[in-house]
């Protein structure tokens, strides 16, 4: 089946810095990408729609100035969290969905997830 | 507001037998539902997607039913081992084009051998 990756699967990193997140779709074209956040014993929560060339909608109650998403191409999109806290500390996840030649409208394809943990 | 609830956050069974899961939700109808599953510390793996005109679906020991009059879907692992012990994700599409899916909290299934 198609394969998306992410990088890196695993941050720790200060209080005030910004980590980059990068979800790759390996063997298909993404139109769109999706990025989840996951805590402990919780659900996957969306946090943000990226389709390339535009920017990204976020979801209610997620800051877009501090979780900064680029889909610079078919395959690549990114997610920064800048000036990161504790309590941004989270199972980050990112899925793709491919285009009209990667197989049904719903398919989507998930990442191994990135654990960022902020000190 | 849309609501998805999987009504069992841990379930325990005996290898061979048969997991049977829920997931009910309100406030919405849906195009289609997908089961996932979750391995600890890794991101989602598709299992099944059943769209709302189908009744029932099977993939090797699995299966899904959905009933859109009872809003309901149940999932099914029949002959069941101790490696089928993983958390299984219910989600929902959203119907707009390009949106993303709609997870219920999952339920985390133990096969003791």
């Known amino acids: 089946g198609a394969v998306v990756s992410q990088h890196p699967s695993r941050v720790i990193c200060k209080s005030g810095t910004s980590v980059k997140i990068e979800c790759r779709s390996l063997d298909f074209q993404a139109t769109t990408m999706f990025w989840y956040r996951q805590f402990p014993k919780q659900s996957l929560m969306l946090m943000a729609t990226s389709n390339e060339g535009s920017k990204a909608t976020y979801e209610q109650g997620v800051e877009k100035d501090k979780f900064l998403i680029n889909h610079a191409s078919l395959t690549l999109s990114t997610l920064t969290v800048t000036s990161a806290h504790p309590e941004d500390s989270s199972f980050y996840i990112c899925?793709?969905?491919?285009?009209?030649?990667?197989?049904?409208?719903?398919?989507?394809?998930f990442g191994p997830g990135t654990r960022l943990l902020v000190l | 507001s849309q609501k998805i609830e999987q009504n069992s956050e841990a379930l325990n069974i005996q290898e061979g037998k048969t997991a049977t899961l829920t997931c009910n939700y309100t406030n919405y109808s849906p195009a289609y539902l997908q089961w996932y599953r979750q391995d600890p510390g890794r991101g989602p793996v598709f299992l099944l997607l059943i769209r709302e005109n189908e009744k029932e679906k099977r993939k090797e020991r699995l299966k899904v039913t959905f009933d859109t009059t009872l809003k309901q879907s149940l999932f099914h692992i029949t002959a069941s081992q101790p490696a089928d012990s993983a958390t299984y994700l219910c989600?929902?599409?959203?119907?707009?084009?390009?949106?993303?899916?709609?997870f219920g909290k999952g339920t985390t299934l133990s096969v003791s051998s």
């Open positions: 989600a929902l599409d959203s119907r707009q084009a390009g949106t993303a899916l709609i």
């Open positions: 899925s793709a969905r491919p285009g009209l030649a990667g197989g049904p409208r719903e398919t989507q394809y």
